[in-house]
């Protein structure tokens, strides 16, 4: 994909364009909302100054134009199991600590703040440290109840996570992330999780249907290659939700999911568009040979977008897992 965002090599960090600004700045193509320049790598673009071994990196105006859609589609019904069990814990001195892992631009927590009492202190964890200084800038401030928010950030790998990094955790979440993880890593994710008592929101991912209205023959084949190619390399892509709820049960935690699905319709087309994009061109990365077919139908997918006349739902499901408190009865 083209026009590779530049990281700010003396720590700077632009003015967050607005989503609209996004994507009309690179030539159309957003980086990081579509697939991995090369086979073998993970599912977004590479920046121009990573190295081929560096993971992907995410770009914050494709974080910024989902966050809307992210915040509409997001199961509101797992929140009131999560606030009783919050509420059921030993008051501690600054509130509640919440690990958002994978956090982005900190989408998650702008939305997850607001909607619980009490004081919080969140612990955001990423490797990307351009993201990171996204994600502190615009932290979120207050509570449901007006008590104060606090932040701070953590920069490392969350395939390392130990149940010490989670030590006298309340909460943790992670927002469109499992599915850009390995078996192996979401059994991390999972016994760290267990092992600190804490739960666990892990929102988001991706469930590997999506709706287009209208409908065209092609939709079937270009969805399988997408799937296909999010389980390149070992990543669980749509499989990631149900390897979750294995690996949370096993480890004594009670599960819950919940669907949530973006629902795109005219008012969401500069997201659309970017999303069809990456959609179409990670299919054909994995199968070369629908290249001509799939030109012609990402060209009439998107004069249909910018038309008003193109719907898509992209099926997600939300994960509540209400592991064991540490040192106590469930
Ligand atoms: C699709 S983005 C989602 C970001 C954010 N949670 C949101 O919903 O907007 C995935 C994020 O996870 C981070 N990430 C992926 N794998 C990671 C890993 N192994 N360790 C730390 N961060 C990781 C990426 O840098 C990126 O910020």
Redesign the pocket.
């Known amino acids: 994909m083209t026009n590779p965002v530049t990281t700010h090599q003396n720590g700077t960090i632009p003015a967050q364009p607005g989503p609209r600004e996004a994507a009309e700045s690179m030539d159309g193509v957003i980086p990081g909302a579509g697939p991995s320049g090369k086979p073998g790598s993970r599912p977004t673009v590479k920046l121009r100054e990573a190295g081929p071994e560096d993971?992907p990196?995410?770009a914050p105006e494709w974080?910024q134009l989902?966050?809307p859609a992210?915040a509409a589609a997001r199961a509101h019904d797992l929140l009131d199991p999560l606030r009783i069990r919050l509420a059921n814990l030993p008051g501690k001195p600054g509130g509640v600590v919440i690990h958002?892992?994978?956090?982005?631009?900190g989408?998650?927590g702008r939305w997850l703040a607001p909607c619980l009492d009490g004081a919080q202190h969140w612990i955001l964890?990423?490797?990307?440290p351009y993201?990171l200084h996204f994600a502190a800038v615009a932290s979120p401030r207050s509570a449901a109840d007006g008590s104060r928010v606090t932040v701070e950030t953590r920069r490392?790998?969350?395939?390392r996570l130990t149940p010490d990094a989670l030590q006298g955790a309340s909460l943790v979440t992670?927002?469109?992330?499992l599915d850009?993880?390995t078996r192996e890593?979401i059994g991390t994710l999972a016994a760290a999780c267990a092992g600190a008592g804490c739960p666990a929101l892990l929102t988001?991912s991706v469930a590997g249907r999506v709706e287009l209205t209208p409908s065209h023959p092609l939709d079937a084949e270009i969805g399988q290659a997408f799937n296909e190619h999010q389980r390149r390399d070992g990543l669980l892509g749509p499989d990631a939700v149900t390897a979750a709820a294995e690996a949370f049960s096993e480890n004594g935690a009670t599960v819950r999911l919940h669907p949530s699905p973006w629902r795109l319709g005219p008012d969401q087309a500069a997201l659309t568009e970017q999303w069809l994009r990456g959609w179409v061109g990670a299919a054909v990365e994995q199968r070369p040979e629908l290249r001509a077919e799939a030109d012609a139908y990402l060209a009439e997918r998107l004069a249909a977008c910018a038309a008003g006349e193109l719907r898509v739902t992209v099926h997600h499901t939300d994960l509540l897992a209400l592991c064991r408190p540490a040192g106590g009865a469930s």
Do not use: F, K, N, Q
């Not at 958002?100 to 631009?105: A, F, H, I, S, Y």
């Not at 964890?125 to 990307?128: E, I, L």
């Not at 992670?174 to 992330?177: E, G, K, P």
């Open positions: 993971p990196r995410y974080l989902r966050e992210d958002d892992l994978g956090c982005g631009t989408s998650m964890h990423d490797r990307d993201l490392g790998d969350i395939a992670a927002s469109a992330l850009v993880l890593e988001l």
